[in-house]
């Protein structure tokens, strides 16, 4: 059974910092890419880090970049990201996202997997 489990969402102060975790089970979680998405109400989910099957290559939303930080520990099946210098404007739900595509014999099978989401907001 395919599990994807964000937490560590919360209320912090415009400034301070936030380390969201990603637990992940039921899959071959060092073939997949894996990424942190964000949404607010009425806005499309937007990708915010990105880091590649199995690691060591990672890419940022420019609205997040020198903030923002996306890490992954494929023998424990997880993937954080760290949030530095929190604004306001990062006020989302964030979701983990595990994805890949596959070709085999002709056929190309996406794979995508999300969790639930784990509410950020940055106030006073």
């Known amino acids: 059974q395919v599990q994807v489990v964000e937490s560590g969402g919360g209320l912090v102060q415009p400034g301070g910092s936030l380390r969201l975790s990603c637990a992940a089970s039921g899959f071959a979680f060092s073939r997949y890419d894996m990424r942190w998405y964000r949404q607010t109400p009425g806005k499309e989910r937007e990708l915010v880090a990105h880091?590649?099957?199995?690691?060591?290559?990672?890419a940022y939303a420019e609205s997040v970049k020198g903030r923002f930080t996306i890490s992954r520990d494929n023998a424990k099946k997880m993937v954080y990201l760290h949030i530095n210098t929190l604004k306001p404007e990062d006020t989302a739900v964030y979701y983990c996202?595990?994805?890949?595509?596959?070709?085999?014999?002709?056929?190309?099978?996406?794979?995508?997997?999300w969790g639930q989401g784990t509410q950020v907001t940055v106030s006073l």
């Open positions: 996202n595990a994805h890949r595509i596959t070709a085999t014999e002709g056929h190309i099978v996406e794979s995508d997997y």
């Open positions: 880091s590649t099957s199995p690691g060591g290559v990672t």
